[in-house]
């Protein structure tokens, strides 16, 4: 059963990215790019939803292996396929510069040890697959050790604690700079793991889910947003102090990521009335948005490169064409590439 909220804001976070890569800034917060938050908001979306497939995976009881073996298998099956597609296409039709090194690219290396400029978008489905790799072993023996629900929360925030400081550690003592730190995925799976701690309170029963606390969790998660993307505008002009400041490349990219995870406790229990025609339409236009991010995202950039599509002296009709050949393109490989590959899964899984 769809969640409209969540996929309300996976139709957001999309649409921050489309609109960033067709070349629209927005004044004042250039070097945070508008397609990173997107990127951001779908971190803390993905650490939700995953985190309560795990979580209701290792309430079934199986051994680790068993529950290890099932949930790499959705999660490699819904990834992998299309994935491997984009990028044999772009090596076969578009660009084999790359050479020999699209290995990192399909070992999910490229962040760390070659560069994503293959393929730009893939700088975040790195840090998505490497915590795929390592939350459901966390988890398992988190919650098999320590069982009692106040010692899973402490853990998950120990979690955070350590993951912060080995961030400050290594920006101290490698100084790098904010575009270096934000795509290293040993150092971003707070941005995921927010959202699993969300999902675990959301399974205990919390009140953060009810009113009217979820409203007030969504004022603060608000006014952190606005806070750190009113400091980073502040610091960036008219000097860029970015790559100087500590705070942006440490605590910072935690901030950003714990303000949205705020907001998922009233985007998961809001209400939508479908009855009229034009919100019947809305609900069809998220709803199938939120299917189709995955591979939108993949995509877009090729679609965005193709200047046959430029049919018009219009930026804004070109843009609206290209946005519709996204979505066509998009629900292709969903309905008959994506979905074929999601049914061959289940022969896979242990039930």
Same mark, same amino acid.
Request: charged content about 15%.
């Given at each position: 059963m769809r969640n409209f909220g969540l996929d309300l804001l996976r139709c957001i976070s999309i649409w921050f990215v489309i609109i960033e890569h067709a070349g629209i800034e927005v004044t004042g917060i250039s070097r945070l790019k508008i397609g990173t938050i997107g990127v951001e908001i779908f971190f803390v979306i993905s650490g939700f939803l995953i985190g309560g497939i795990l979580l209701r995976d290792i309430d079934k009881g199986n051994p680790l292996f068993i529950t290890l073996k099932n949930f790499w298998i959705r999660r490699w099956f819904r990834i992998l396929p299309l994935y491997y597609g984009v990028l044999i296409f772009q090596y076969i039709f578009i660009d084999n510069t790359v050479g020999k090194n699209i290995i990192y690219y399909f070992l999910f290396l490229?962040?760390?040890?070659?560069? *994503?400029?293959? $393929?730009? #978008?893939?700088?975040? =489905? *790195?840090? %998505? %697959?490497?915590?795929?790799?390592?939350?459901? !072993?966390?988890?398992?023996?988190? @919650?098999?050790?320590?069982?009692? /629900?106040?010692?899973?929360? =402490?853990?998950? @925030?120990g979690f955070f604690i350590v993951e912060i400081t080995l961030r400050a550690l290594y920006v101290s003592f490698s100084n790098v700079p904010y575009k270096g730190i934000i795509g290293s995925f040993p150092f971003r799976f707070d941005a995921l793991f927010v959202g699993v701690l969300m999902a675990f309170a959301y399974k205990q029963g919390s009140n953060l889910f009810k009113k009217p606390q979820r409203i007030t969790l969504a004022v603060i998660g608000l006014s952190l947003? #606005?806070?750190?993307?009113?400091?980073?505008?502040?610091?960036?002009?008219?000097?860029? =102090?970015?790559?100087? !400041?500590?705070?942006?490349?440490? @605590?910072? $990219?935690? *901030? $950003? /990521?714990f303000g949205f995870s705020l907001l998922l406790p009233f985007f998961h229990e809001l209400a939508f009335n479908s009855e009229s025609i034009i919100n019947k339409l809305i609900l069809k236009f998220v709803t199938q948005t939120s299917l189709l991010t995955y591979a939108i995202y993949l995509i877009h950039m090729q679609i965005y490169s193709l200047n046959i599509l430029e049919l018009s002296n219009s930026d804004a009709i070109n843009f609206l064409i290209k946005v519709l050949t996204i979505y066509i393109v998009a629900a292709l490989l969903y309905y008959f590439y994506e979905k074929p590959f999601l049914k061959l899964r289940e022969r896979f899984v242990n039930q």
């Open positions: 490229q962040n760390n040890f070659y560069g *994503v400029s293959f $393929l730009r #978008v893939s700088w975040s =489905l *790195v840090i %998505e %697959e490497w915590f795929y790799i390592f939350t459901p !072993i966390f988890l398992f023996f988190v @919650i098999k050790w320590f069982k009692k /629900p106040n010692w899973i929360y =402490l853990s998950i @925030i947003i #606005v806070f750190y993307i009113s400091a980073f505008k502040h610091f960036s002009q008219p000097q860029d =102090l970015i790559d100087k !400041i500590y705070f942006f490349r440490t @605590i910072g $990219l935690f *901030v $950003l /990521p």
